[in-house]
């Protein structure tokens, strides 16, 4: 399998640096680093700590529903949710304590797991009304295997349902606010240029959630566009006759992980793993899909950014560790291979141990990767710096 030039594919720089406040480098698609050495997300929490009025966010909450509360029965806001802690949080805050009536819209797992089927079913008997949106299992599996193969990421199909089905929903249901989570991109490092604004533009959706890749691109590699219909927006038109907006509940109250674990615990249902995630050490976070794993350990591989180190950072910021703990943590746990379910995957791809391995090597970047005695290595992991 060719060698893919990650460098030029996400524009990343070719010197390895660490934020000296979290444990994020600068191989992060989109990150930005300040004079001082300090990754954009620090800064930004650092901002939202210090700088932002939560009392006056918190009115332009109440404003919001406000102004799209319907008052009639029907749905007046789609919240994206898997029973998860964080969707489950947006969804009972805003039906419980600022009296919206939220349709939670769920796009099916890829190979869904035991503890999220169960985290789903409890965070509906709380009380809420649920929408599913289940794509055609065959095809779902070949862009799965393409998208392992050509972007790196298995989980790709699953991040374009997630993106767009929720649209569909509000189109069909006559509804006009969506209201996600956090903005990943100014959370955990990205393009800043919505973080003092509480939406995100629709035209960002191929730049920041699908590589550069949109559902139709898979037409190149023989999915008809019948086949990647339900993998699509609506059409640009519906979505602006709709007047749909896509709003982060991450701008209006001030976001915390965990904090939301403790609060949906109470108040859905929601129960954390038995045992800790493969690559982390957490046991509360991301349990829905068996396949999530491959998409974590891909990106280890990409940019030499796993999941504990994604977890780690954000707990920095959040003040639950230290930089010196958030290290220990990413040398002990970040890249750990995903073992639970490979099988699983290798099936549910119809793929091979040998044909894998092929697609994780040619994601080996040399300026990141050198092969030893003891096996592949990271050339610069943030315990070794300077």
């Given at each position: 399998m060719k060698k893919r030039d990650v460098i030029t594919q996400y524009n990343l720089p070719t010197t390895v640096k660490y934020c000296k406040l979290c444990t994020v480098s600068n191989q992060r698609p989109r990150i930005t680093f300040d004079e001082n050495g300090v990754c954009s997300a620090c800064n930004f929490a650092y901002y939202k700590r210090h700088n932002i009025d939560w009392e006056q966010r918190e009115r332009e909450l109440v404003e919001l529903c406000n102004r799209h509360r319907k008052g009639n029965g029907e749905y007046d806001v789609i919240v994206p949710c898997s029973g998860g802690k964080d969707g489950s949080f947006v969804a009972h805050q805003l039906k419980y304590k600022y009296g919206m009536n939220p349709l939670a819209v769920t796009w099916a797992p890829l190979k869904a797991t035991e503890i999220g089927r169960r985290n789903m079913d409890a965070f509906i008997q709380s009380g809420f009304d649920n929408v599913l949106g289940t794509p055609n299992g065959r095809v779902t599996r070949k862009l799965t295997r393409l998208a392992l193969q050509h972007l790196g990421d298995p989980f790709q199909p699953f991040i374009y349902g997630q993106t767009n089905y929720p649209m569909h929903m509000a189109v069909k249901h006559n509804v006009q606010l969506i209201m996600y989570g956090e903005n990943g991109e100014v959370e955990y490092g990205g393009d800043m240029k919505n973080a003092f604004v509480p939406t995100r533009d629709i035209q960002d959706h191929d730049k920041h959630y699908f590589s550069g890749l949109p559902p139709e691109f898979w037409t190149e590699h023989g999915v008809s566009q019948a086949d990647l219909q339900p993998f699509m927006a609506p059409s640009y038109e519906s979505v602006m006759e709709n007047k749909t907006e896509i709003h982060f509940m991450g701008y209006y109250k001030f976001w915390?992980?965990?904090?939301?674990?403790?609060?949906?615990?109470?108040?859905?249902?929601?129960?954390?793993?038995?045992?800790?995630?493969?690559?982390?050490?957490?046991?509360?976070?991301?349990?829905?899909?068996?396949?999530?794993?491959?998409?974590?350990y891909l990106g280890f591989i990409k940019f030499g950014i796993g999941r504990t180190t994604s977890d780690s950072a954000h707990e920095i910021r959040d003040g639950k560790i230290s930089r010196e703990e958030g290290i220990a943590l990413v040398k002990r746990y970040d890249g750990e291979f995903p073992r639970r379910h490979y099988q699983d995957f290798l099936e549910y791809c119809g793929i091979t141990d040998e044909e894998f391995q092929e697609v994780v090597d040619s994601w080996r970047s040399d300026h990141l990767w050198e092969k030893t005695s003891d096996g592949w290595q990271l050339k610069n992991p943030i315990w070794n710096e300077g």
């Open positions: 915390d992980p965990q904090e939301n674990f403790y609060y949906c615990r109470e108040n859905t249902g929601f129960q954390p793993n038995t045992e800790r995630s493969e690559g982390t050490y957490s046991k509360y976070a991301s349990l829905d899909d068996k396949i999530d794993g491959y998409h974590y």
